[in-house]
Each structure stands twice: as structure tokens, then as C-alpha cells.
């Protein structure tokens, strides 16, 4: 893999190795070198790894013939490995043809495991014969395993490389790089520490933590060791106290199931903000340069780390953003993790004695910031000197991200007659210092990293001492909040954080912000009267033109949100978008910019959100339900006029939506509750819209959702459904008939895999054959999509297949069984799915029940194949009939209690397309009822009750099979109940209510005779006198009702 052509001149970066001998720069001059990627089909080796060896790779700093080893368990030719790596690396600076050259020297090795040696031993003899190639040009061969994996396979990865990986110290070195976590607390991580160090010593690991690898984080050795004033003032007698701060602006995003297993203290504070605080905190090493430096530096931090006591609750604020929860990744839904942390800690030595030193990290706050922040003590007699004034504190601000920047916040006099100090600033901003007119660009932390390792530098990699001590000082507090339960402090989205944690850092730390001080952009300016005054970005501009002004607008950019802007802007409407937190707005007018240049604009805030849209104003919100909601609307309806329209598109409790169109009302502001169902792809394609509210205000903004709404046939699937609160109805029904869909298929699919014995593969088939029949829907689709799904992450088995059997839930599905039972209306199919999620949450009570709890004797039950797989297709068939059924019945009952008069064959016309239970018997449920709109129930209508009749034989061999192999199925057995309940012109109703005569004198009606009446059952019994006023509260349900 020699190219000697490959990059013109072959020029060395000249700062790369400034002070480096001839020998030092062997192992790139004069060596081989084999780079294994374990894990390389994963997200970190596609967005970091490879891209980071791409970048030195085109700047000529790694050896000239270098091969790269893909390893992972997927099955990848080299051709697929490099499709994969190829659109992460095209995002790149890099020329394409760099990029296709750099591909050319990145193979593929797989295995069945990361300990399969087999595989390993294929691998060695491929680095061998590459090294025995090119040895005749070279003095060494080296080898670099780089370890983007999970920590659970770190045993068997290491003992692999130990047998069949280690180059021959004669030959050359082998080192590797640990990618964090290195553990969840001090156990785990003497664990993991045991594991490594018994087959690789300390100088061929390098435990790597991105941040050591950030300009500004390695500048802090040079400013203080380098600048004669800096360490005059670097001590507890001038600084009052330093924060280290990380904030991001968006929450988990998906990976909440990740997240939630560490939270915010194990993901920033325990490594990368600690890190930072050792270097700026520590002694002056002996040495900085040279092979001595990985250790001097290193014995300074952990001097440092050894001065910290362990944390305790009292140094503590814990928060966590609303509604965290609601990611559907998380299972635990009561969950204390914290997404926000402030930490009060103090270093205990002379130089450091009673400084406190704050680290804050947090998530879904108002901006992503990382940085160093250092306030000195209040000059010395400034209040005598400037009487009257409030001198403002010296401080020192190194910024990690974005824009590597550091200033020096330093008073000034003020401009014009006043000789009152202000405070301005002494800045260095890297961009626009060193890059702004250069071709080159600042390297990224990873690729410092990476080359650190190549020349044997250690400095910026993290010792194992370092990491126990870092436990030591966390474990009690990470203790502390998951086995005493400590609480977090619930703190609203795109703000700082709990207002706790400022009143905690003010009176802990005694640090004063400087209200009137503000950072811009690109330059350092203060807050001024000036008519020169620079305007913040934050400001909007007063008025926009005809031409500028929007047709509708969006508020809240989750993904939701983002993708429904974008399918209004590509159906021709100027959208503009607005977020609590800048970032995401952003991205969304990035994405439109990249997905066709679509018209869309971002506002600053509400208020320049309503200035830039065109009369009347129609604003989609999509935020989080409940408060979240009344704020947004509060706040919008300040800066709105009578006839502008508000449309909440998220699932909310349909009383909200009344209360809030009663709110808007006196103001002549229209309110439409609406829902949306499609998930976040429907969205962006064409969901499926069910709006309630005026029916003017519907007019207005029907031309843009008729034309975003999913298409079906000659129809778009969106329509007016009647007065506020009816399509928050119908979209709350809709998620209980998706609940009993969803757990309708999971009992067949139990059938298929538990008792049948089929494989996945088997399954997938099966259900794409069924999804071509009677059974069409989009569930049944995706099943087949989801059992063919191999898992990409471990390449080992089916997703499916390690994914936890806890189901997870938001609460339309319980407001769905909450109603019924209010509106009298049997839902047993959708009450019978909330159940089993209730029960799927209990995990460990479960698998505790399945050791004592006895299934049926007969283990091996003899059943005909082919019979049962048409009974359960025939089954499954009738119970869907059912659950919708049940829906539409409740909506009628809603409808008729609330005079909303909807039109059941336009719920089942909007559901026919974009949304999660779309359903080729939808065509014919439309028409059941548009033929006859009074029909009582779906299942007496005459086509359906012809096919329920039919199958009703198979469906009961499969509950029957169900019962007698100790499979639950609750919805297939209690939709089958529905039915057997309904159809009977008689119940045993009468026993019922003889009962609660009996013991409570309720009554009873007679089928012979009008009125109530009351039975003296004993001798006990007394005269109840008038039967009719016994009734009085009485749910007395007519069977019409029970629909």
C-alpha cells in the first residue's frame, strides 16, 4: 500500500514536530504501521475515528505505508466497509480523491465475536504479510489498536490482542486507545482496570478523553508556565473563585436510553470538566517537553485530584429538564438521573486554600458553550476610588467550544465626560488570529489525540491513578442519587438551569455576574446607551416587508417539529421556525438549505416570530404538552391580533384545548387543537391531521394542511372534525387503537416464536405475506422490517431480539381507557395492551414470579402448523375489527356528550393514510359508516359481522391454543369476549345487579314490568321506600351505550 505519488512533495506540517530528531520521527519516516479499528462499523469509528486518521493522513503525518484494519462482527466486504465509511468522510474538508485514496489503504477483518481467535489469527496474517511486504523499507513495524467499543468486550479484545495482535517489541510497539466510560464508579472501574492491566502495562495504553485534546484545554501549560504575570496572580490571594461550565442547548434526542444509564456527572463532570481542573489547578511540572513530560504532568494532576475530598450531597445542585422523561428510549419513567449538575469543590492546597471551584454541566439549556472561567477578587479600595460605582471583578474566560476563544474581562473608563470604569476586554479569538487568512484550519481534539500516540506522548492521556482518585471523589455522590434516591430539581428547557444552582454558586462561591456585560459574536462589547450600540442577535428586527413576511409559523424544533416545517416550506409555504434554544433553529434552516434551498426563516424569539408573518397569523406549536404549551400560548397571544390563529399539534388531554380556546377568546384569537399522528418520517412526508376548533379559523389554514397531510388516492388525509377538543379526541383514540394493535400483533408474534418455533427470518416472511391481504397496515409492515433487523451495534443475532421487554408509554393510552370508562363505553382490546405495558414495566418482579410461578404440565404440545397460521392471520383479523370498534364507539360517545358531531367516516377517511394505524380495512370501515352514519356498532354492520361470523371458529382455537400452551393474550382473548359479550341478547347482567341490591339496596329493573324496584332478600331486608330515588348518581346504561 506504498503510494509515494499519493500527496504532492510529501511535506511534513512544518509545527508538527518543531523540536523532533531524526530518530524521534522513525515510526513516520521509516516504519510500518497497522492502525485496527475495533468496532469500525460503529457511529464513533464513522464520526470520529476514521475521519480523525483521514485528516493525518492527508497531512502527511502518518507513515507512508500504512494499512488500516476494520474489525467488527457484522458480515463486510472491504468494498462494504469503505460504502459505509465513505458519506462520514465525504462531510469532510478532504477532496474526494484524497478521500478514495485514503479508502484504498482501509480493509476489512470480521468476526463471530471480539475474542473470536480464529478471526484474530486471520487478522495477524494479514498485518504480517503487509509488514513482510514493505520491511525492506522499513527499520520498524508498529501496530495501534484504537477500541470503539463497549466496555463489556474490552476482556475479550484484550486477551485476543494479547495472543494472536502483540508486534515483537524487537520489531516495533503496540499501543492502544481506550475510549471512556472507563467504569460507573470505583468498583467497576478496578474491574475494568484489572481487566486491561493484566495483559498490557501502562505505557502502551492510552485512555483518551477528547477534551485533553482541545486547543484551548493543552494552551492552559503554555499560558501559565510561559507568561510571566500569569502565575504572580495564579493563587487564593487575588481569585475569588473559578467555574468550569458545559452547556447544550438540546436534550437526549433519542439516546436517552444511553444517557440514562450514566446521566451528567459520569457523561461530563467525573472526566472531562475534572480533567480541565487539574490542569488548571496544578503545580508547574519539572519538565513540560521531552519523554519525560507524560509522567511530571501527570504526577501534577493526580497531586491535584489527591487534594479534592469526595463529594457530598451538600456541594450539590441536581437538575433535570422537563419532560425528560417522555424520550422513548428510557424505561425507567420515574427516573432521578440527573441532566444538570453543579458541583462546589475546593482543592486543599496552600496555593488553592479556600477557593471554591465550580463545575456545571447540563443539558437542554439556553446554548452550547464549553468553557474556563476564572473571577478575580474585587480590586482593592475601587468603592472608596469610584464612589457611587459598582467596579466590576477581573476575569479570565478561556473558551472550549464553539469558537476557541480567551479574553481577559478587563475596566476600562467609560467612553464620553465619566470617568466610571466599564468593562471591556483583552481577546484572542483562534479563528480570526491564526486562521482566518490561512488555507489551514485548527485540528480537531481527536487528531491531536491520535498523533500524541503515534510519537508516544502520554501527557494528554488520562493514568489509571487519575481515574481512581476521579472515582473516589464521585462515587459517594453517584451513590447518593441512585441507591438513596437523592431527587433532582425539575428545571424548564432552553434557560440556565434550576434557578437554584445561580442562588448556589452566588452564595457558595461567592461569584457575581456582571449583568450588563455581554459577549457577541465575533467581537467582546458591553451593554451601552451609545447611538453607535451594537445590536445583539438577539434582537429582532422591528419590520419586515411584504416580501419577507411568512404564510405560517412553527414553534418548538424537535425532530417533529422540524421535519413539519420542512414539509410545509417543500409545498410551496414560507414557513418561519422558532425554538427556546438558537442552536435548533440553526439546524432547521441548515436542513432547509441542504434538503433544496426550502423557504424557511429562523426568528430570534416569539415576539420576532409573530412580526415576521403575514396576517392573519398562523403559528404551529409543537412543544412539549402541558405547561410547556400554556406558556408558549401565553406568550404568543401578546404579540397577536384578533383573527390570527394558534394550532397546537401535539397529544394533549383534550380539556387543555377547550380551556385554552376559552383563554384566547376575549382576546379574538382562534385556537385549534390538532392532531398529528406519523411519527417524525409522516411528518416530513405527509402525516396524518386530525384539527378541532372554529370552523373559520380551520378555513384559514386548510389550504396548508390539506397539502402537507398524507395523499390517498384522490384525498388528502386531513379535515375538519368539529368544535376545539375533537381532534385532540380523535388523535387520543387513535394512539388507545394503536396500543391494541400493537399488542394484538406482539401476541401472534408470541404464537410464532414461542410456540411454533419460527425464526425471525420465518416471521418476517410471514407477515410480509400477510400484509398482503385482508391484513394490510402499516404495523404489520414495520413487524416484518423490525424481525428482519440484524443488530448493528454487537453484529451479532436480531435487534429484536436484545431489545428489553419493557414497553414504554406516554399517556394517550391511559387517558384512552380513562374515557371510556367515564363515557361508559366497553374498550377491553386497548384496556387489555395498557394493561400488559403496565405489567412489562414490573422487570424484576416478573422474572422473581417466573421462578415460583408454575406454567401448564404439557410442555411439548402437538399442533398443526398450516392450521394455525391461518387461525392466528383470521384471529388477529377479527380482534383489529374490534379495537376499532371499540375507538370509533368511544368518539361517538364523546361526540354525543359534547356536541361535536363528528363524522365517523371522516375519522376512518383520515386514518386511511401518514399515520401509525393506517390500515387497508380503514376503505371499508369508511364506508360502513358513511352508508349508514347512525350504525350503532362497526361489528352489525353486514360485511363485517359477515366475516367476524366466519372466523370466530379460529379465532377461538387460538385462545384456546393460548391458554392450553400458557401463552398470555389478553387482547386476542378479550376482544373475542367483546364479542361473544355483544352479540348476547341476554347477560347474566341480572345476577350483578341482584347482588348489589342485596347488599346495598342499588335496585333493580324487571323485564316484565316498568319502574324499579327493591326485593326484601331476608327478614333483614327492610322497606327502602321510593326505588326510583335510590338510582340517583347511577350509571344505568342502556345496551346502545355499551357500544
Not at 4 to 25: C, M
Not at 524 to 532: I, L, P, Q
Amino acid at each position: 500500500m506504498t503510494d509515494t505519488n499519493l500527496r504532492p512533495g510529501g511535506i511534513i506540517p512544518v509545527d508538527a514536530f518543531e523540536h523532533a530528531s531524526p530518530k524521534d520521527l522513525e515510526w513516520l519516516t521509516s516504519s510500518t504501521l497497522v492502525v485496527v479499528v475495533m468496532g469500525a462499523s460503529g457511529d464513533l469509528a464513522k464520526k470520529k475515528t476514521y475521519p480523525s486518521l483521514l485528516n493525518l493522513y492527508d497531512d502527511n503525518l502518518l507513515p507512508q505505508n500504512t494499512m488500516i484494519i476494520g474489525y467488527a462482527r457484522s458480515k463486510l466486504t472491504n468494498d462494504d466497509l469503505r460504502d459505509r465509511l465513505r458519506p462520514f468522510l465525504l462531510k469532510t474538508s478532504h477532496s474526494e480523491v484524497v478521500v478514495e485514496r485514503f479508502l484504498q489503504r482501509c480493509v476489512y477483518q470480521g468476526g463471530k465475536s471480539y475474542g473470536d481467535l480464529d478471526a484474530f489469527e486471520e487478522m495477524k496474517g494479514r498485518m504480517e504479510e503487509f509488514e513482510a511486504k514493505h520491511s525492506a523499507e522499513s527499520s520498524h513495524a508498529n501496530r495501534l489498536y484504537y477500541f470503539a467499543i463497549p466496555p463489556n468486550v474490552f476482556a475479550d479484545t484484550g486477551l485476543a490482542i494479547k495472543e494472536k495482535g502483540m508486534q515483537d517489541d524487537a520489531k516495533g510497539w503496540t499501543r492502544l486507545i481506550v475510549e471512556k466510560p472507563f467504569g460507573r464508579d470505583l468498583e467497576s472501574f478496578e474491574v475494568l482496570n484489572k481487566t486491561l492491566s493484566q495483559h498490557f502495562n501502562e505505557e502502551m495504553m492510552f485512555r483518551i478523553d477528547h477534551y485533553l485534546g482541545k486547543e484551548m484545554v493543552q494552551n492552559l501549560t503554555v499560558l501559565r508556565f510561559s507568561n510571566i504575570w500569569f502565575e504572580r496572580v495564579w493563587n487564593s490571594e487575588n481569585i475569588k473563585c473559578v467555574m468550569l461550565t458545559f452547556k447544550e442547548p438540546f436534550g437526549t434526542d433519542g439516546r436517552g436510553g444511553y444517557f440514562d444509564k450514566y446521566g451528567i456527572i459520569r457523561d461530563i463532570l467525573q472526566n472531562h470538566l475534572l480533567q480541565v481542573l487539574t490542569l488548571l489547578a496544578m503545580e508547574a511540572p519539572h519538565v513540560l517537553e521531552g519523554p519525560k513530560a507524560g509522567k511530571a504532568i501527570r504526577d501534577a494532576k493526580v497531586a491535584v485530584l489527591n487534594a479534592i475530598e469526595p463529594i457530598r450531597p451538600e456541594d450539590v445542585v441536581l437538575g433535570q429538564y422537563e419532560n425528560y422523561a417522555d424520550d422513548p428510549t428510557i424505561e425507567n419513567k420515574d427516573t432521578n438521573t440527573p441532566t444538570f449538575a453543579t458541583i462546589r469543590l475546593f482543592v486543599n492546597t496552600p496555593r488553592w486554600h479556600g477557593v471554591p471551584f465550580i463545575m456545571k454541566a447540563g443539558k437542554a439549556l439556553n446554548e452550547r458553550k464549553a468553557e474556563m472561567r476564572v473571577q478575580f477578587k474585587d480590586a482593592p479600595a475601587a468603592d472608596y476610588l469610584f464612589q457611587g460605582t459598582d467596579t466590576p471583578r477581573n476575569e479570565l474566560v478561556m473558551r472550549m467550544q464553539p469558537h476557541e476563544a480567551m479574553y481577559m474581562k478587563t475596566n476600562v473608563k467609560s467612553p464620553g465626560f465619566t470617568a466610571k470604569p466599564v468593562q471591556s476586554e483583552l481577546e484572542v479569538n483562534y479563528d480570526t488570529r491564526f486562521f482566518a487568512h490561512q488555507k489551514e484550519a485548527n485540528p480537531d481534539a481527536y487528531t491531536r489525540l491520535i498523533l500524541d500516540v503515534l510519537q508516544g506522548k502520554q501527557a494528554a492521556f488520562v493514568r489509571d491513578d487519575e481515574l481512581r482518585r476521579a472515582w473516589e471523589i464521585f462515587t459517594p455522590i453517584l451513590h447518593s442519587i441512585e441507591k438513596d434516591g437523592l431527587q433532582p430539581i425539575i428545571y424548564p428547557q432552553g434557560g440556565r438551569g434550576p434557578p437554584e444552582s445561580d442562588k448556589f454558586i452566588a452564595d457558595n462561591a461567592g461569584y457575581v455576574r456582571n449583568e450588563d456585560y455581554v459577549f457577541y459574536e465575533g467581537s467582546v462589547a458591553r451593554k451601552s446607551e451609545g447611538t453607535n450600540k451594537q445590536p445583539s442577535k438577539s434582537e429582532p428586527k422591528k419590520g419586515y416587508t411584504d416580501d419577507e413576511l411568512c404564510d405560517v409559523g412553527l414553534f418548538g424544533l424537535a425532530v417533529m417539529g422540524q421535519n413539519f416545517a420542512l414539509n410545509m416550506a417543500e409545498h410551496g409555504f414560507k414557513v418561519c421556525v422558532g425554538n427556546r434554544s438558537p442552536a435548533k433553529v440553526e439546524l432547521t434552516v441548515k436542513r432547509a438549505a441542504d434538503e433544496g434551498n426550502l423557504p424557511i426563516v429562523g426568528a430570534t424569539n416569539p415576539e420576532d416570530l409573530v412580526a415576521r408573518l403575514s396576517k392573519p397569523r398562523k403559528i404551529v406549536i409543537l412543544v412539549q404538552a402541558g405547561k410547556p404549551v400554556d406558556d408558549m400560548v401565553s406568550t404568543l397571544a401578546r404579540y397577536m391580533q384578533p383573527g390570527d390563529v394558534i394550532i397546537d399539534g401535539g397529544n394533549e388531554w383534550f380539556p387543555n384545548s377547550i380551556r385554552r380556546a376559552e383563554f384566547l377568546e376575549p382576546k379574538g384569537i382562534h385556537f385549534i387543537g390538532m392532531g398529528i399522528s406519523g411519527g417524525e418520517e409522516g411528518a416530513r412526508k405527509g402525516p396524518s391531521l386530525m384539527p378541532g376548533g372554529p370552523k373559520d379559523a380551520y378555513d384559514l389554514v386548510a389550504p396548508i394542511l390539506t397539502k402537507c397531510a398524507a395523499e390517498v388516492g384522490d384525498y388528502t388525509c386531513a379535515g375538519y372534525l368539529g368544535p376545539v377538543g375533537a381532534g385532540n379526541y380523535v388523535k387520543m383514540v387513535h394512539n388507545g387503537i394503536e396500543y391494541g394493535d400493537m399488542q394484538l400483533i406482539a401476541e401472534v408474534y408470541d404464537v410464532l416464536k414461542n410456540v411454533l418455533n419460527m425464526t425471525n427470518e420465518e416471521m418476517a416472511d410471514l407477515f410480509d405475506e400477510w400484509n398482503k391481504t385482508e391484513l394490510e397496515s402499516y404495523l404489520i409492515e414495520i413487524t416484518a422490517k423490525i424481525l428482519r433487523k440484524k443488530d448493528d451495534l454487537t453484529d451479532e443475532g436480531y435487534v429484536v431480539d436484545k431489545i428489553l421487554d419493557k414497553t414504554g408509554m406516554k399517556g394517550t393510552g391511559k387517558w384512552t381507557i380513562q374515557e371510556a370508562a367515564e363515557k361508559g363505553v366497553a374498550a377491553p382490546t386497548m384496556a387489555s395492551a395498557l394493561d400488559v405495558r403496565m405489567i412489562s414495566a414490573r422487570k424484576e418482579e416478573r422474572v422473581e414470579a417466573e421462578k415460583v410461578l408454575a406454567g401448564p404440565s404439557n410442555t411439548g404440545i402437538e399442533v398443526n402448523k398450516e392450521q394455525v397460521l391461518d387461525d392466528l392471520k383470521a384471529a388477529l383479523y377479527a380482534s383489529k375489527v374490534c379495537s376499532y370498534a371499540q375507538g370509533l364507539s368511544l368518539i361517538r360517545a364523546a361526540s354525543e356528550e359534547h356536541k361535536w358531531n363528528v363524522d365517523l367516516s371522516e375519522c376512518a377517511r383520515l386514518w386511511t393514510g401518514g399515520c401509525i394505524i393506517r390500515a387497508k380495512v380503514l376503505d371499508r370501515i369508511q364506508k360502513a359508516f358513511k352508508e349508514n352514519p347512525t350504525l350503532p356498532n362497526l361489528l352489525v354492520d353486514k360485511d363485517f359481522s359477515n366475516e367476524i361470523n366466519e372466523r370466530s371458529g379460529a379465532w377461538r382455537r387460538v385462545v384456546a391454543l393460548c391458554v392450553t400452551s400458557g401463552t398470555g393474550c389478553p387482547s386476542l382473548c378479550n376482544s373475542l369476549s367483546y364479542f361473544d359479550t355483544y352479540r348476547r341478547g341476554r347477560l347474566t347482567a341480572n345476577l350483578t345487579q341482584a347482588q348489589r341490591d342485596y347488599f346495598g339496596g342499588h335496585t333493580y329493573e324487571r323485564t316484565d314490568q316498568e319502574g324499579r324496584f327493591h326485593a326484601q332478600w331476608t327478614d333483614a331486608h327492610k322497606d327502602i321506600g321510593d326505588a326510583s330515588k335510590r338510582t340517583a348518581g347511577e350509571n344505568l346504561q342502556t345496551l346502545s351505550s355499551f357500544n
